[in-house]
């Protein structure tokens, strides 16, 4: 279904992931409130799409309620948030959407640009629910693997609804292509998409 050319080896969770939670569970909690800021970032930039701006308010309501229950597995563990953590994925993914090229242009890449996000934190989550030695932790990522594949379909629906001249489905193999150079820098942290 997300046609990511480049897989998580399994290994990330039992080598890198698993001797330091606390850092996972902090990125995580992060990555939630990013994918908030992005939905309400899609509702100042559109606010004459109706339907867009409905769709990205339960977005942001879903998940910031991800991000409450991060940060409450976070002081459960006895951690504390801590600092903001760059994201360099999500980073040098961004240096893929395309500036200019009108309004109908950077919705689109900004919707692909999303679904791309949700895309590998779903496959990631996937390997985490699978791999982790944390049954309470295996649950919840199996949960909100759920959720990105729901969040991802949403990002190619709208992108697919909006488009008129764009031709959708190569621009995404485009940003596949794209994500799997990226991305073969990346397994090697203790973050989501790191």
């Known amino acids: 279904m997300l046609k990511l050319q480049l897989p998580t080896d399994p290994l990330w969770v039992k080598n ?9 569970l902090t990125d995580h909690a992060f990555c939630e409130q990013k994918a908030a800021s992005n939905a309400i970032t899609l509702i100042v930039q ?20 991800h991000f409450k229950r991060v940060h409450e597995i976070i002081l459960k563990r006895g951690y504390v948030l801590g600092r903001e953590r760059k994201d360099n994925y999500v980073n ?7 500036v200019g090229g009108g309004r109908e242009m950077q ?3 900004r919707l692909l640009f999303s679904a791309m996000i949700e895309a590998r934190s779903c496959e990631r989550f996937k390997v985490l629910s699978e791999n982790i030695n944390d049954n309470s932790l295996a649950d919840f990522y199996h949960e909100l693997m759920i959720s990105e594949a729901t969040h991802y ?8 609804k909006y488009a008129v001249e764009v031709d959708v489905d190569k621009r995404w193999n485009e940003f596949l292509k794209f994500e799997a150079q990226v991305i073969q820098n990346y397994g090697k942290g203790e973050t989501i998409h790191g």
């Open 107 to 109: 919705l689109i890449d």
């Open 46 to 65: 559109n606010p004459n799409l109706s339907d867009l701006v409905q769709e990205m308010i339960a977005l942001v309501q879903e998940e910031m309620d």
């Open 92 to 98: 040098e993914l961004r240096k893929f959407i395309i």
């Open 16 to 24: 890198v992931v698993e001797s330091n939670i606390e850092e996972l």
């Open 153 to 160: 379909a949403m990002f190619i629906r709208l992108a697919k």
